[in-house]
Structures are given as C-alpha cells and as structure tokens.
C-alpha cells in the first residue's frame, strides 16, 4: 500500500513539474498614440485584478545635487492632485478592499493596486489623474521631505550596519555618478529640492510615453485596452531627457574600504561583485551560480562559512536592489556576512575564495543543477501567482528589456544553463579583480 502511495505521489509530482515548465503567462500588448504601453494579462480563477504602473526613471537618472529626489518624488506622488486631494487615492483603493504601494529602484519607479475587478475604472483613473499633473504645494513637499529624512534616520543612520549593502558597497564599487551616489540622498539634497525642481520631474518623466501600465486579472485584453484608451489616451505625449551613458566595465583591481559602526555589536564584511549586462548570455548562468553559492541554508557559501568553518554568523545575498532580472544597467552581486570576533575579514574572504575556486574547478553536478535549476523556476512561478505581482513583474520587464515576453523565455533561458556556463561565470565575474569589499567593525570602546 505505501508502494502505491508512493508511485502515485511521484506521478502527481511529475505532472505538476511538467505542466509549471509548459505554462504560459498570457499577455497582451498595445501601444497607444501617446506612447503609453499597455499590457494585459488575463486570468480569470480569481474576480480582482493586479494594475501597475511602472515609469522610466529611478536613481540612476534623478538630478545632481539632488540625490535621493526619485525617492522623494515617489512620497509625492501619494499626496494629491487638483481633482483628487491628499487622502484621497488611499481611501478609494483600502475602502474597496484593496491595497497599494510603490518604490523607487536604480531604473525605474513602480506604483501597484490590487482589488476587486469591479474597483478596476476607479483604479485606472486615479493613476491617470496622478499622470496628467499632481498638487504642487510648498506645505506637501516639506511634510515628505521630512518623511524621507525620518526614512533615513530609521533605516540608515539609527541601524547597525545601515545601508552598507546596498549604498556604501555601491559607492565603492562604481565609478560613474549615476550608479554610484546615494539613492536615499543626503539631508542637503532634500532640503535644496524645490517645488520647480518637482513640477519639471513629473513633467520629464511621469508622462505616458515614459510608462508602462499593466492589468492582470479578471479582464480581457479587449476590455484592458479600451479602459486604457478611455482614461489615458487624452493624456499628451510630454519630451522625456536623453539619458546619459552610465555604462561601465567590469573592474580590473580589487577595492577595499575599512568603515566603523557606532552601532553594531560584531564585525561585518560586505562584498560586490560587478554583474554581466542586462541581456547577456552570462545572465541565466549567474543567476544560477548565485543559488548555488548563496541561494539559502543549502547553498556552498552557507554550508562552507556559516555551518562548515563557523567564520559567519549568517549569510544574505542581494542583487543591487532588484533581482537577477531587473536591471538595465550596472548592477551588483553582493554578499553580506556577520562574522565573529576573534576572525578577520581576510578569512571570510579566503573561504569564500575557495569556494569559488571549487566551482571553478569542477563545475556543479547534475543532481544539485538540477535542482537548482527546479528551484529557481519553481520560484519564478511562484511569483506569477498573485494578480498585483504579476501586473508589476511584467510592466518592469516591458521597461527594461523592451518586451514583457521575456517572463515566458526566462524559465527556458534557466534550464539551459550547463555546468560549464556556471564555471565560465564564476572564472569571469568572481574573480578578486571584480571585487569590492567592506570591513565594517564596531567601533572600538573609548578608555
């Protein structure tokens, strides 16, 4: 009987994994005239829908001498137009059961719904109200920049280790401005924001040719597109700024920067390692090579440092601040580790070395790809589940590859990948060269 059981369990498995690598994500396209790119993904298992609006313009292009303005400018965004005063938008969307968000990344900025279908014309013509202009106001620019500076304070100045992953290892790493410099921005920067200083952003960058807006759920792409054209189509095209060449290479000498942290209580390390570009054929094999080297408690990396040497106390990765998906322009691999006091950063290095070099060597073997390869794709799917999560991921991906198809091809692109695509990438990117490194310690107690 347990025989049979088993059998039975393994086949359901198997028709589960076949159908995962067959499915489908359905999706629709249209360009309006105004240049807005509209897309739909209908699903009809559940009665509400996922709606995301995805503009081209992140950290990477905010103004100099105003860093951390895509950020604040996000905060604005929620604070009310001519016809929907401040309070409003929240209201509308949690009073119908729904919810909603947004966030600033180094190439694009993203406002997400979700609610009941029925809710979805209030939800279209809130976000095309807040395209066509906001309510500018002096009172409403310092309540938000006060917001973000108390962001700051939280999450950056008043926390062990602050943002040492994701803005001080990048501020060593890179070189030019635009990929660099602080996204949170300084006090300075914030203060010095004006109110021409928004009304020319939202004017640059918030029109419908700069953005993607994406619709999955209870909806047909029929429906979708003429509720598009019925609440955007009159919104006019606006010029959007050429952006400037942020482009850069791989690095050719290791950076190394020693930091103290009032704050924490154990030595931390921090370590970056330049990715390949978006689009490369190296892309799919990093990806994997990351969940083999730090995806989870299963990983070399954790098993090696964290359970095998007992250098590390824990073991976190982080693709800049997206995923292994979603950049459109350099981007970091980076590791941070808590590692105890009686060793050095050295050592954590020098076992991470080794790790690495194993790779190099003999490649990973066709059980543990195998699995990864299940993992990842499994992952991938996961996240496909959920109407809003859906509607973003495909909004984001039209933005920075061009074609929101590329949610179909990337399972494919997965499985491909081959023990010696995870070796050539380790040998090209892993290498001390590419790396930059902190060593952020407690600072030491005063006599």
């Known amino acids: 009987m347990l025989r049979s059981v088993l059998v039975l369990g393994l086949l359901a498995c198997s028709s589960l994994v076949t159908l995962a690598d067959t499915w489908k994500v359905p999706v629709a396209r249209k360009t309006l005239s105004n240049g807005l790119t509209v897309l739909i993904s209908p699903d009809a298992s559940s009665p509400t829908v996922g709606v995301s609006v995805v503009y081209r313009v992140g950290m990477r292009l905010e103004p100099r001498n105003r860093t951390g303005f895509a950020h604040l400018f996000e905060h604005l965004m929620f604070q009310g137009t001519p016809q929907a005063p401040k309070g409003v938008f929240d209201r509308v969307v949690t009073g119908g059961g729904g919810d909603n968000n947004g966030s600033t990344r180094p190439d694009f900025t993203n406002y997400v719904e979700t609610a009941p279908a029925s809710a979805l014309e209030a939800l279209l013509w809130l976000e095309a109200d807040r395209m066509k202009t906001l309510d500018f106001s002096a009172e409403s620019l310092k309540n938000q920049q006060d917001v973000v500076k108390e962001e700051i304070r939280v999450n950056v100045q008043n926390k062990p280790y602050g943002a040492v992953m994701w803005i001080d290892i990048g501020q060593l790493a890179f070189d030019k401005w635009e990929n660099k410099h602080d996204g949170y921005g300084s006090f300075e920067d914030l203060e010095n924001a004006s109110l021409e200083d928004v009304r020319a952003f939202h004017r640059d960058y918030y029109g419908p040719n700069n953005a993607v807006l994406s619709i999955a759920g209870s909806i047909t792409p029929e429906q979708g597109f003429r509720l598009a054209q019925k609440y955007f189509g009159g919104i006019p095209a606006r010029p959007t700024p050429k952006p400037t060449d942020f482009s850069e290479g ?198």
């Open 250 to 447: 791989l690095n050719t000498a290791e950076r190394r920067l020693a930091q103290t942290d009032a704050l924490a209580q154990l030595p931390a390390v921090t370590v970056g390692w330049k990715l390949p570009n978006r689009g490369s054929p190296d892309q799919a094999a990093f990806a994997v090579l990351g969940e083999l080297l730090a995806g989870g408690e299963a990983s070399r990396f954790y098993l090696g440092l964290v359970k095998g040497r007992e250098l590390t106390l824990n073991l976190d990765s982080l693709y800049g601040l997206t995923s292994a998906w979603e950049y459109d322009g350099p981007s970091l691999w980076t590791l941070f580790a808590v590692y105890k006091a009686e060793h050095t950063a050295d050592a954590v290095l020098s076992a991470l070395d080794q790790e690495i070099a194993r790779v190099v060597k003999d490649g990973v073997d066709a059980p543990t790809l195998a699995r990864i390869q299940t993992r990842l794709k499994a992952n991938w799917f996961n996240g496909l589940e959920n109407f809003m999560q859906r509607a973003d991921l495909l909004a984001r991906l039209q933005t920075l590859w061009g074609d929101a198809e590329v949610v179909n091809r990337i399972p494919g692109w997965i499985q491909a990948v081959t023990s010696a695509d995870v070796q050539r990438v380790a040998r090209t990117y892993l290498t001390v060269e590419n790396r930059s490194v902190i060593d952020r310690r407690p600072t030491p107690a005063k006599p």
